[in-house]
């Protein structure tokens, strides 16, 4: 552990050490604030770590204003004004400045060159020591205190006393990396509302019949899905439990609105009902209705998931079969645990912070970044991004903060 800096002199302590933190950290220390980056766990940057393992998306390459419409939550404007201050591209000239090249893909995603987080990751540690910012690790922040910041750590409680704070402790998925949202309570201590957390960017759970359960792990390509208002495109995974998947993900806000979750596939989003009838020509002589879905799964190309999930919806004609294929329903039971969704939605209510500062109102000098605020955005390079940009909020107004003091 390093030491503290002299509470005597103006100092800033930033809790948690995932994207949002650091950015925090980066943007403080460049204002000419010294800085502490303290984390729960041993080492820096779990998540972000176990986020980029399969291939760090770090943004997407769309126009700002579409850029800022995939967020939920927050003032109006808020998210326009970030992305317009901290777009796609200024990332990357980020990224390129640690010395990570990124590219990219066909659907607009960047990465890393690498695909990986590692190398991002420590390029980004090594330049904040090397401007001053110190880490201390395994520091697990349990509350206030009138003097300070209480932390549970090895050696027992320790009291600091930093001239401002960044709280940057994530949400409540995947608690195994630190974000296990620990943080409610305390804030709740003090009077902070806090929006209850839900799993977002997750699975969700249907009632398969067996046929249905025996395509689980084939993807559902090429395909729309329509939740209340909202609509995406994109690929489905079938799974044992239900669906998985980036257009699940899309509308999970939409189906956790309603009553009793339901959503409708288009399974061919470019073609007609009336088109699929006449692709189809003669029925075969004697086929009964299940055998039917198959054929007709076999000629429009559907695969064989599609096939069964067509069969065990009852059958019919080719006309109905067709209309079935650009309007499917599946009922849904609920989404997968929190535990073990990419993010949460809910946290601290908007009203609790300055939307310009993201200080929260009860506590002068604490400020809110990353998912402990009540937003969400899907996978595809947002949510990331929503972090980077509200790290930087947090940390260019706590460091106006520390100098003012």
Known sequence: MEAYPDPRSPWLAVIGAGPA????????????????????????????????????????SVPGERFAAQYLGGPAGFWAERIAEFGPEDLRAWAADLGVETFAATTGRVYPRSMKGAPLLRAWVRRLRERGVTFAVRHRWSGFAAEGLRFATPSGERLVTPTATVLALGGGSWPE???????????????????????????????????VRAWAGT??????????????????????????????????????????????????????AATLVRRFGAVPRGRVEAELAVEAARRWRLGPAVAALLAASGGGDVAGLAVRVKNFPVRLRGPRPLAEAISSAGGVAWDEVDAGTLMLRRQPGVFLAGEMLD??????????????????????AAARYVLGS
């Not at 296990?180 to 997750?202: K, S």
């Not at 395909?223 to 239900?242: H, K, M, N, P, S």
């Not at 257009?247 to 399974?267: N, S, T, W």
């Not at 990331?384 to 260019?396: D, E, P, S």
């Open 177 to 211: 990396t630190g974000s296990d949202a620990a943080w409610i309570a305390p804030l709740a201590a003090v009077g902070v509302r806090v929006e209850p957390l839900a799993a977002a960017n997750c699975g969700w759970e249907a009632d398969w019949p067996e046929a």
């Open 21 to 60: 933190g650091l950015r925090a950290a980066e943007v403080a220390v460049a204002a000419g604030v010294r800085v502490t980056v303290f984390d729960a766990q041993p080492s820096v940057g779990r998540k972000f770590l176990v986020a980029g393992s399969g291939g760090l998306n770090l943004t997407k």
């Open 375 to 396: 937003w969400e955005a899907p996978t595809g390079g947002y949510l990331l991004h929503g972090c980077f940009v509200t790290g930087a909020l947090a940390g260019a």
């Open 219 to 272: 993807p559902l390509k090429n395909l729309a899905v329509t939740a209340g208002a909202q609509r995406a495109a994109g690929e489905l995974l079938l799974t044992d439990y239900g669906l998985e998947g980036g257009v699940i993900y899309a509308v999970g806000a939409a189906l956790r609105a309603m009553a009793e979750p339901e959503m409708r596939v288009d399974f061919k989003p470019a073609v007609e």
